[in-house]
């Protein structure tokens, strides 16, 4: 393997800005979650190449670590889902402003 | 003064702050149980007065020296310690407090929601004003001033009339940020004496010698007259104190006039002219000048009322004007007078409060448009009511008047123009004191009621207060004279 | 080889991830999704991690993903296509945001020294996952196995019949 | 009887006030009345039995401290001195016959506890003032009486005129207790002392120009309870309370506390001739002023009201011309006869069936007891001054103090008290005409007068008769008693040759028959009364009233309504909500960024995202990198 470090990382980059820009253009919130699992998935793909770079057994946990509390999140945000849609019959996120000022 | 501290004394100082607060403590706990809270809260307040009469018997004659010191290393990593001091201003501070507080849990017998907080509220406050008039360290004196600030915020906000919320905000608000700035000029100061001296301490006696410039003077001095002016409360920072002592309930009410009010002027003469004296030579003529035209310009808005309670509100800061206006003469016998006169004026004003109360329990209203001719039907009350106004208007031989001539001889001797200006100010108070009796008492009677008299609580809150007010016009000696020697030494520096 | 396989996993990658999230319709978007996590698998196995490249399919493309596509249906989402606001008035500065943040992530990343430098050949065995896993990190394993059970309790309430009144 | 018991002559009416204000309605009525009367009466029989002890430089009693601060120090003290002693024994005796009439007077009213006790009040405040060793005592005594006045004018309540009117008599004598409280700050910052012996021995040695600021705050203080001229609005209206309470204390003692005043510091106020020549001339204009009001009056105690302000006018220029014995001499005869008129007043009104207005009245003389007639005829002569009565003898002291004053400008004082003279009779007979001579006009049905109503007027009336003994001039064989027991108090003494005297005796006489005449031509036979504009111009006091209230009471309400709603609600209040609402409005403009949108604040995020790693960037490059 001769990859430098950096391109790892910039893939992983982009992968986040993909994820960062589907959270903000989409306005389903499903899409919106399909977004932070991208986002999610950048940050283990930075783990796994540091760990590779350092040649350290760490990043590797952590990026098991973080597919188990992903699997929870999502296991909440779904239900949310459905409880949202269950209440307004829509998954508009833009519909959902309780909290404004 | 030092010498003091290492005597093994009995504390009754602490005594005197922890009796009200174990007495808050238990009424919390008691919540429930209506009688016993009034029980409770009265024994307590009797409690404390005994501590405080007994202090007053033991050290009535006075002394340039402080009369008992309490010192007790409480936080020593910043040099903090827990100093209580008393002199004779204290001691007549105190006494005045314990004895208001007897007629202030009175009057609140009849308070009906949340018994047990009310009554817990009143005694924190009492325990706070308690420990305001005896810290000697900084801190303990910010952190009691703090304490006696929000019982009152509750008490108005809970228990006061229809614009309870908003004028207990109000009142926070105007509090709140004269302390605050208090708190920042206390921070500077033990930083700038703690840079010079090495040691860092807040009892005010050692930061007398710290020595600062001018400038530095003049802003400290500030950020503590932002708190004590405010509280005083000096023209044009009494907003807050009618709203206040409209809105609050009665016994809310004489606490807030009979001794809130009395802590901002306590707070000048113990701790922000002692510790200042260059910025305060150059602020005294401010003072005086503000002092007058607080006196008239609060006589005329009073003359203006047609709320009792915001009237007597007014003629409090009217009063009050005028203790301040013996301040600013800086005179011996001013001082004393001045002093006398918060007594007395907590007196007077805190029994009308209370007599307005009651008419307000019986009639229903505060409005002078719907009172009238109370006279027929409730002579004792209505009799009572005529003799505080005229204590209160400072007719001689009743209280009010021994510490007015005082003031007035004494700021004669320094500035004539201010006494004889103050002097016009009489007529006004009797202007609208007399224009008070006679839309309550006089008159023909407005509506057909049939109103009781005074009940036996209602005597025992005011006939103290009756005899008191005769006592103290036609011989205020005993009350004279712890002051002679605790004056004499503030006004040389303040350094016992 | 290897070098030119991983540069191919990770344009595979990004292109279906970037298909995923311009698709109108959720079930095609989660299904590109998969493919890209499959290339990401992939990287992570050139990477020396063939646990985690494992799990990221076994779990990601697997279970939750699925568990989306569960959600998609069962809410009858496919069909609608939600119309996407005022065009390129919303998502035209929202895309140039993206863009510069890239370039500014891209940027700084390249500024390091450690960027330039070559990542080693490695390889970890499962084994060794597994014993750092379950030796020094137990304590975060036992925490998210808690977070896990608080999740499920969580997804449980949530998911239970509206009581009256909680509607509309 | 030691002389520390000296305090008991002020103490007895005191104690009786307590008593019967605290416990009278619990007592039976016939106690309390008993109790009132004869405290006043101890205190008159104790002072005829201290009198020995005013004699040569009095007697000086400390009772106790009241006041000690620094350089002040006030005890309750009192001086028994020549001055003194006969007011303080005029006041006792009269107030003990008026409490008796008193008595009479209020047996129909239930609230009699209120009234002794204040009345008894009123006793021990004037004692006081006559008693009291230092300003600051003789202050408490003055606002005593202030009180007293006040609560015994609006003494029925009910009527809220009646309580206004106290109200108003309150105000306009504090405003002249202001300049007294000035004068007494100034006099212990010029002497250090309040004791008004000392401050009379150093009265030398203080600044002239002082002086005469002193004086002239000394002359408006005792303008306010003396009624005179920029003050004097209050009496007329005073006249609502109880007729007792007019005769005692609107007529014989209270309104004459000026006067006493003067005369306590006259060796301070006699230094300055401008100080004096004031005081006469407030006196003059008050006594003219007060006459020509007095003419045109209809109720009969404001008749009455406006003959007593004129004359104390006649005392205030005793005073300023120099004879302080004048000045007593009168006050101590026009106290008598003054009483007299006003009781005997009040039995015409009882008779009348509470009617005051003296042309719905007539016909009194056959109507009631016909001593009534002749005890208020008694009291009206003195009044007006006829030959051989007290009120001829001392106003003749005056005139005659005035002629002879080493200063020219005193004959216009002279003249003008010569025409108050004519006046004064004018409407004294205009009065005695009306209410007695001729038929009865009223309607109401007379009530019964009770016997303590009658036979205290006798004792009165024979001494405003027979008063002119007490200083009987040595032209006409007296002795001039009351000039030797001043002895160095009495001031000036008036000197003048023997034809002067009788010369001015001659015109005195000729003044009162011309005013008796006058009033028997206009009045002997009933016409009904005229209206025109000067009738209502003198009825209505020169519309002082209107004149203060355009003045001083609508400027002051002005002031108070500005300082309440304008400074207090629209500036203070008004700016710290002002800054409130402009804080809310821009938080308002804030608030439309909280959308309550998660896209909203992701995309805020991340734009903050981008400027953290803009920033990053920049420093790398303006760090050159490594």
Known sequence: MMIPFGHALSFAAALFVLGLTCV????????????????????????????????????????????????????????????????KRTLVADEFNGMSG | MNAFANLPQFPWMSLLIMIPLCGALLCLLHGKRTNDCRGLALATAL?????????FVCHGQGSERWLLYEDVNWIPAYGIRYVLAM????????????????????????????????????????????????????????????????????????????????????????????????????????????????????VIGDLLKTQLTAAQEGWLFAGFLAAFVVKSPLVPFHTWLTDALTEAPAAGSLDLTGLLLKTGIYGLIRVAFPLFPNATADFLPILGILALVGLFHAAWSAYHQDDIKRLLAYSSISHLGLVLLGLAAWQLTAWEGSILLMVTHGITTGALFVLVALIRERTGTRSMQELGGLWGQAPCLSALFLLFSLASL???????????????????QEHPVWAVVALLGVVFAAAYMLRLVQGVIWGPAKAERTLPDLTMREWLMLLPMAILVVWLGLYPAPFLAPLHGAVATLLAGGLP | MTTVLFYILGFIMLTATLLCITRRNPVHAVIYLVAGFFALALMFYLLGAPLAAAWQIIVYAGAIMVLFLFIIMMLGLAPQETPEGPGWRRWGPLVLLSASLMVCTVLLIMQDPAAGKEIGDFYLAPQAVGESLFGRYVLAVEMVSFQLLFATIGAYLLGRPLSKGEGQ | MSESLLFLIPLLPLCCAVINMLFGMRLPRLFAEIMAVTGVAGAFLLTILFWGYAEGEGTRVVIFTWLNSGAVDVSFAMNFDRLAAPMT??????????????????????????????LNLFVFAMLAIILADNLLVLFLGWEGVGLCSYGLIGFWYRKLENAKAGTKAFLVTRVGDVFLAIALLWLFAATGTLNISEINAQAASISPGVVIVL???????????????????????????????????????????????????????????????????????TALYAATCAMAQREIKRVLAYSTMSQVGYMFMAVGAGTVTGAMFHLLTHAFFKAVLFMAAGCVIHLA??????????????????????????????????????????????????????????????????????LTAFYTFRLVYLVFAGEWRG???????????????????????????????????GDEMLHHWYGDLAGRAVTASHSTEWMLIGFAVAIVALGWFAAHWRYRNYRPPVENRVSRFLLNGWQSDALVDCLLVRPFTAMARFCSSGCDRSLFDGTLEGLAKMATRYSALLVQLATGRATTYLSAFAWGFLVLLGWFLLKLVNGGGH
């Open chain 2, 394 to 412: 400072g007719l001689p031989g009743l209280a009010n008047f021994a510490g007015e001539i005082l003031v007035l001889l004494g700021t004669f």
């Open chain 4, 353 to 422: 069936g509470d009617e005051n207005d003296i042309y719905k009245m007539g016909g009194m003389a056959r109507r009631g007891p016909v001593e009534l007639f002749w005890v208020f005829l008694a009291g009206a002569v003195c009044l007006a001054g006829l030959p051989l009565t007290g009120g001829f003898f001392s106003k003749d002291g005056i005139l005659l103090a005035l002629f002879t004053h080493p200063d020219p400008t005193y004959r216009v004082f002279w003249l003008i008290g010569v025409l108050t003279a004519l």
């Open chain 4, 215 to 285: 004086s002239l705050l000394l002359l408006l203080g005792a303008c306010g309870k003396s009624a005179q001229l920029p003050l004097m609005t209050w009496l007329a209206d005073a006249m609502a309370g109880p007729t007792p309470v007019s005769a005692l204390i609107h007529a014989a003692t209270m309104v004459t506390a000026g006067v006493y005043l003067l005369c306590r510091l006259f060796p301070l106020v006699s230094i300055s001739t401008v100080g004096m020549t004031a005081i006469t001339a407030i006196g003059a204009l």
């Open chain 2, 87 to 202: 002199d004779g201003i204290a001691l007549l501070m105190v006494l005045l407090t314990a004895f208001m507080q007897i007629s202030a849990v009175l009057l609140a017998w009849r308070v009906e929601r949340h018994v047990g907080s009310f009554f817990a509220l009143l005694l924190l406050l009492e325990s706070g004003l308690m420990g305001i008039f005896l810290a000697y360290d900084l801190v303990l004196f910010y952190l009691f001033w703090e304490v006696a600030l929000i019982p009152m915020f509750f008490l108005i906000s809970v228990w006061g009339g229809e614009q309870r919320r908003r004028t207990a905000l109000k009142f926070f608000l105007y509090t709140l940020i004269g302390s605050l700035c208090m708190l920042v000029a206390i921070i500077a100061l033990y930083q700038i004496n703690g840079a010079q001296t090495g040691a860092y301490t807040l």
């Open chain 4, 89 to 118: 024994l005029m006041v006792t005796g009269v107030a003990t016959l008026i409490h008796l009439y008193a008595v009479g007077y209020m047996h129909e009213e239930n609230d009699y506890a209120r009234f002794f006790g204040l």
């Open chain 4, 443 to 477: 309607t109401g049905h007379p009530h019964a007068i009770p016997l303590q109503m009658r036979w205290p007027l006798w004792p009165l009336a024979l001494l405003g008769l027979i008063g002119g003994m007490l200083n009987l001039p040595a032209l006409v064989g």
């Open chain 1, 24 to 87: 903000l253009l989409r306005r389903q919130v499903i899409m919106i979650l399909i977004g932070v699992e991208i986002m999610l998935n950048a940050a283990s793909l930075v783990f796994v190449s540091a760990s590779a770079y350092w040649q350290q057994v760490d990043g590797q946990v952590f990026v098991i670590l973080l597919m188990a509390i992903t699997a929870a999140e999502v296991a909440v945000a779904l239900a949310m889902v459905v409880y949202l849609w269950r209440r």
């Open chain 2, 47 to 55: 409690a404390t007065f005994g501590v405080a009469l007994y202090l």
